[in-house]
């Protein structure tokens, strides 16, 4: 057994993304677990401060590539980079971040090696499995935990006999967690032209807008989130108001997002980001389980509500039953009548 | 030799309507129970194959789909909406495959159907939700990969030029041909059936389902040989065994848990001024906000 390594993706600001720091925070405990080091890979360009994104989640060993050609990310370049490397260091278990560029580039590795790979995993746990049928106990094996089926199930999946069991995980389902004791890492920086060939460039970039990433609902304490019932753009501001008032952030579901009341970044459930707030205030949401998926580890829940029965209401401590525009201002008046 | 661009696509029990007799006994999915639909994005990807065509002077697009005998339905659907063509990829032994399997199995019929320009997929199908088979299938194919598609910018017999989606922008990409692309749900959507095409397709058949015809359409598919959906077995594509099915599949899956929806203990409040105010006023005695 040789080492747990965390594809570290990089952001448009140049650093670590924080799908990746959460990773190499849960990385660094099954890491523990197993008695093995925590390897991570960072890839791209003027990557030259990079290590300091990474120390404090405790990897063992850094491995960098550093090229102009290897920012921004296009997939056979990193490809072939993990491929080489995986072969030369034989990891254990290989995490990414299930964001656009790991669930690019995992794929492309897990098939070249012929791993198997879960996809957006909730939880990873160490544990044993023993094959009913031939009686063979697997030891030490990465439970990975994901839901499936548009999230009616959760299934756990084992990868007993490839190596390395690969997992992609989503932004914000993992803690981001500082390592106590401050290791000295090794830092190995790759001598790129042993690990690409020009081949592997061409596919081009012409064009680029990427936003910086302005909205952070993940990380709120308490979230204002509006669902389709919420009814229009103009409604919708009333959210904000109310998340101002309250230093909240404002999130939707899905519905919300596709009737154009809100950014996407908003998102929240199984194809957005998932939130844990202390509070979290449901809007003429109905609670479909791919939202609930996003939601349901928040510590308390509200739902605003025209139907009594709708699914959040099973979920939420406190119902109140009435148009989103009608409850909402009178919260906000409370609220900013009340507060010192 | 035509451009050829084929289209993946996957038949998928509408995971969006799951009711309580949807799982079996042992845990696993009793797809039966669930109306089977074209996986959206794939229609998606089909639509974008639609436009390449569009572009290209003498394009095909040939639509494969790998499962059980009825997703020869997808199939037909696809024709009614502008394919040309189609094979279903079915064998009992290609059950219980996982995504390494699907795209090997892909793979192999797609190189049968070789040389081909543009392969196709969705993003993601919504039962399995890996978007891990699109790539795969490349990687198999050791041909370049665009994900995320959400616009075709350009093409040409020689590069694609295609707008991707991105988390927090676009992107505007070209390869060399041939390339997969997958495709994702903010790409256009696809357009609808054609009265004229769905004249054309409307028997078009694979063998299996020929011969529970009650008419037999033999002679007619003698010279209408669009008609003839193609069924590739294990044997046809040259698969070799152990990489397919449950012993090709490197993921096992080792327990399935239902989601139970649980009840909690709710305090309702109605929408008058005074019952907000009563639980607002709760909310700040315990901090919650505040
Ligand atoms: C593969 C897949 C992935 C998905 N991923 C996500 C995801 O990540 N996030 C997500 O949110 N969804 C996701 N969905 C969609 C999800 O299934 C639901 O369609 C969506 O969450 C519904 O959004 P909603 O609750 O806003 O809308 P609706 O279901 O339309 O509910 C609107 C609610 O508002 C209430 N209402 C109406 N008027 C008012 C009013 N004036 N005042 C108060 N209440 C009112 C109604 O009673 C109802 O409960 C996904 C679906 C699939 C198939
Ligand atoms: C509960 C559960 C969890 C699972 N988890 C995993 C997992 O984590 N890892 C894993 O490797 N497998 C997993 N599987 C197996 C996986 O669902 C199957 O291998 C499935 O056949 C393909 O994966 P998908 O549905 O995720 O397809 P995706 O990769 O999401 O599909 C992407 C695109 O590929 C094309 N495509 C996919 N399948 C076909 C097909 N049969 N015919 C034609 N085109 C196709 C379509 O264009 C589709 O839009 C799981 C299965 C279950 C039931």
Redesign the interface.
Known sequence: MNNVIVYCEIT?EGHVAEVSQELLSKGRKLASDLGIKLEAIAIGNKLDNIEKDILPYGADVIHIADDKRLF?Y???PH?AILLKLFEEIKPEIALFGA??IG??L???V???M???????CTSLEIGD?TEAKTNTTYKNLL?QIR????????????????RPQMATVREGVMKKEFWPAVAKPEVNKLDVAKYVNDEQF????????????KINIKNAQ?IVAGGYGVGSKENFDLLFDLADV?GAQVGASRAAVDAGYVEH?RQIGQTGVTVRP??YIACGISGA?QHRAGMDQAS?I?SVNTD?NA?I???????????VH??VP??IK??RQ??K | MPFRIIVLAKQVPDTRNVGKDAMKADGTVNRAALPAIFNPEDLHALELALRIKDQINDAEIVVVSMGPGRAAEIIREAMYRGADRGVLVTDRKFAGSDTLATSYALSLAVKKLAPFNVLIAGRQAIDGDTAQVGPQTAEKLHIPQITYAEELVDVNSKQITIKRRLERGIEVVRSPLPVAITVHSSAPVCRPRNAILVMKFKHARTTTELQEETKDYTELRLYRPYLNIEEWSVEDIQAETEKLGLSGSPTKVKKIENVVLQRKESKAFTADDKDIDLLMQELMASHVIG
């Open positions: 448009e921004p296009t997939t056979l490809a964001t656009s669930r690019d995992a794929p492309r897990a098939s070249a012929r791993c198997g790979l879960t996809a957006d499995h439970y839901p499936a089926f548009g999230g009616n199930i959760i299934a756990t999946i084992i990868n007993p006999d490839t061409v596919v081009r970039i012409i064009e680029r807008h990427i936003e910086s990433q308490v309250l970044e202390k509070l389980v308390m509200i009594p699914p209401n099973q979920i939420a401590d406190y119902t109140i039953l009435g148009q009608e409850v009178r919260m409370y609220y009340n507060s």
